[in-house]
């Protein structure tokens, strides 16, 4: 077998997660990971396609991943079997910080000269930070590094310096290089994610569970497919703003993909799967006309996946109609963020739509054949109180009244962070907060700590840290009650998320005066320890709510067999 010419390891968002006890609280109960965050970028995907139509051998690890399948995988003996010629790690979101930096000293204990990349948004704010630390060799900054990432692993085969390749932060005799950040594409279309390489990468690794997106796939199919990098919006605490990807990308403008490579995509994926395919980012960010575009493409295609839409604003009525013409299985996600249109203004400085024109865009949907909305409100905003985010629950209650089965709710607390980048994290005071953490290390250290509720790294004037996570907990309880009137959920998944509520309450109690020095004997620890694993997760809802309808087979075994018998011919072609 080749070697491999670059291998990307997708790291835990803490290394050590399986030996702490850490309650992370409901920090990711509304994404399809889990608390170790272990879905990887899909950045991975396209720098693999980008990579190996130049001939490279590239292999993805997903070691998070492999750690929570496997309590007893050895990282270090996994690794040591390996011999690339160089490593990628990302540090796209914040919440890698702490496993992000140790699997790089770890990959050097075991390769000392195998030279370690960074890239990510995360890597990009702190690169010069980044950079210092013993085990990272260069930082690629940006949003879009495939072809620096090429270039640069071009130069370390020839022994070449770097000091041509475009976005790169190194070191040379111990002094950081800052090379000018010029690769700013202007469209997605230079790059396609090619979902088939996975199914070859597979192969030609023997190894699944490597590759697997996150914890639970196989219950969940969900794939994504990226419209845009960027964003026209402002949200105040998002790292994928327009401030923010101004900041970090030197892109004033969002960078979008094209109705036909974006439709590509999506056979491609719906070739070998039946699963759902998730579209990032509102398709009307681009205009009318290019969003028309799309749902034309997909009317010709006939795609029979679910797909789900989000919309940032309320669109007009017709453009609903368009997407029932053109697609047969179909959903809707909306993030108003808050009930309240002024803290919903307050959040966005773009966003005006309003809850009457969300309702009408709701019951628009409703009576076509729209087969879910998800609607997602979040705690920590500017302006917020604790009474702001019950009255966000009883405005729930409003839409599950107006509502059929088809509408949920949903509340999460901002977390654990607010992004670095963002106006919120680099105007904190203007917008009402207060950040615990500023340099790549602080964050670190935060991701370390006992309770959520000290991993945060922000509150507001308006509520403490303490008054966010209970009023989380409170909010939590509240909608599952709802949730249960309004028959959304099954009566024992309602009582076991009052329960999973109901003890993560308890232990954050426990904890608490634990760090006021009341002292716990071993024993009592230990078993705490095995609580805080236990209640983590599913506190603010089940996070089964989330999963999409199933079919009995998520897989087309044709299609998956096509791109089996195309590898095996390469490996035939390459041999003869």
């Not at 996994?78 to 011999?83: E, I, S, V």
């Amino acid at each position: 077998m080749a070697q491999i010419d670059l291998l990307l390891l997708h790291p835990p968002s803490v290394y050590d997660f399986r030996e702490r006890a850490i309650l992370y609280g409901p920090i990711s109960d509304l994404i399809p990971s889990s608390p170790v965050f272990e879905m990887y970028p899909l950045g991975f995907l396209t720098m693999t396609s980008y990579l190996e139509e130049r001939g490279l051998n590239v292999r993805i690890v997903n070691l998070a991943q492999r750690m929570i399948k496997d309590r007893k995988f050895d990282v270090p003996a996994f690794l040591a079997k390996l011999n690339p010629k160089a490593v990628g790690i990302d540090l796209h979101w914040l919440p890698h910080a702490h496993g992000a930096i140790e699997v790089a000293k770890l990959v050097k204990q075991i390769h000392p000269t195998t030279p370690v990349i960074f890239g990510g948004l995360s890597s990009t704010y702190f690169h010069e930070e980044l950079i210092r630390y013993p085990a990272v060799n260069y930082v690629l900054r940006g949003s879009s590094t495939e072809l620096p990432l090429y270039e640069l692993l071009m130069s370390l085969a020839a022994g070449q310096s770097p000091a041509q390749v475009p976005n790169l932060t190194w070191k040379a005799d111990g002094e950081v290089r800052v090379n000018p950040l010029t690769f700013i594409p202007e469209t997605l279309d230079f790059v396609d994610l090619m979902p088939e390489r996975l199914v070859k990468m597979v192969l030609r690794h023997r190894d699944l569970q490597s590759v697997l997106p996150f914890s639970g796939w196989w219950q969940n199919p969900i794939t994504a497919v990226f419209t845009v990098k960027g964003c026209a919006h402002e949200c105040v605490t998002c790292g994928s703003s327009s401030q923010a990807c101004e900041l970090l990308s030197k892109r004033k403008q969002p960078q979008f993909r094209s109705p036909q490579s974006l439709v590509k995509n999506m056979l491609d994926i719906s070739r070998f799967s039946k699963g759902p395919i998730f579209l990032v980012g509102d398709l009307r960010q681009a205009g009318d006309k290019h969003a028309y575009e799309i749902l034309a493409l997909l009317r010709e295609a006939g795609i029979q996946n679910e797909i789900v839409f989000e919309l940032f604003n309320m669109p007009p009525l017709e453009f609903l109609t368009a997407i029932d013409e053109s697609v047969e299985n179909w959903s809707l996600e909306l993030s108003p963020e808050s009930h309240d249109e002024e803290i919903r203004r307050r959040q966005d400085g773009t966003t005006s739509f309003t809850n009457a024109e969300m309702e009408t865009v709701i019951q628009a949907a409703q009576s076509l054949g729209c087969h879910r909305i998800d609607v997602f409100f979040m705690i920590g905003l500017p302006q917020q109180t604790q009474k702001s985010v019950e009255e966000t629950i009883h405005y729930c209650e409003h839409l599950m009244q107006g509502s059929d089965k088809r509408l949920s709710c949903f509340i999460s607390p901002m977390g654990p962070f607010i992004d670095p980048a963002s106006r919120g994290f680099e105007e904190p005071e203007r917008f009402g907060y207060r950040l615990f953490a500023h340099t790549l290390e602080e964050h670190r250290q935060l991701l370390v700590q006992p309770s959520w509720q000290q991993i945060l790294n922000y509150e507001t004037i308006w509520m403490s840290r303490a008054e966010l996570v209970s009023a989380t907990y409170d909010a939590a309880e509240a909608l599952n009650d709802l949730k249960l009137k309004y028959d959304r959920i099954s009566r024992p998944r309602g009582e076991e998320v009052a329960h999973r509520i109901k003890q993560a309450r308890d232990i954050r109690d426990r904890l608490d005066a634990f760090d006021r020095g009341d002292k716990m004997d071993p024993a009592a620890f230990q078993a705490l320890q095995g609580e805080i694993n236990a209640f983590s997760v599913s506190t603010v809802c089940d996070k089964k709510e989330l999963f999409w309808r199933r079919h009995p087979v998520n897989y087309r075994p044709i299609g998956i067999m096509r791109i089996m018998l195309a590898y095996l011919r390469d490996l035939v072609g390459r041999d003869s």
